[in-house]
Nanobody, 115 residues
Framework: QVQLVESGGGLAQPGGSLRLSCVAS????????MGWYRQTPGKQREWVAR???????NYADSVKGRFTISRDNAKKMVYLQMNSLKPEDTAVYYC?????????WGQGTQVTVSS
């Protein structure tokens, strides 16, 4: 059974930083493209960042230059380093694993950016 478990969310001040983590189990992690998405109430889930199985990365324009996605295949983990946080980054953040076009999701972790 595939499981993705996110952690690291919480409250941050504008301009602050948070680091999200996601650990995977039940899946050949090294074959997965991994991503982070976010969602706010009443809105569709929004893609944030992606790291391929070959370590190439892509970012949404809204987070480019502020967020960094990385992975550790040995630990089956993917990270999202979030710097220069803005109130509009407030959302539930979800980890995604894309394995040969099959999608798997974590349960989400809340990030709130507020003074």
């Amino acid at each position: 059974q595939v499981q993705l478990v996110e952690s690291g969310g919480g409250l941050a001040q504008p301009g602050g930083s948070l680091r999200l983590s996601c650990v995977a189990s039940g899946i050949v992690f090294s074959l997965c493209d991994m991503g982070w998405y976010r969602q706010t109430p009443g809105k569709q889930r929004e893609w944030v960042a992606r790291i391929s199985r070959s370590d190439s990365t892509n970012y949404a324009d809204s987070v480019k230059g502020r967020f960094t996605i990385s992975r550790d295949n040995a630990k089956k983990m993917v990270y999202l380093q979030m710097n220069s946080l803005k109130p509009e980054d407030t959302a539930v953040y979800y980890c995604n694993a894309d394995l040969l076009r099959s999608d798997f999701w974590g349960q989400g972790t809340q990030v709130t950016v507020s003074s």
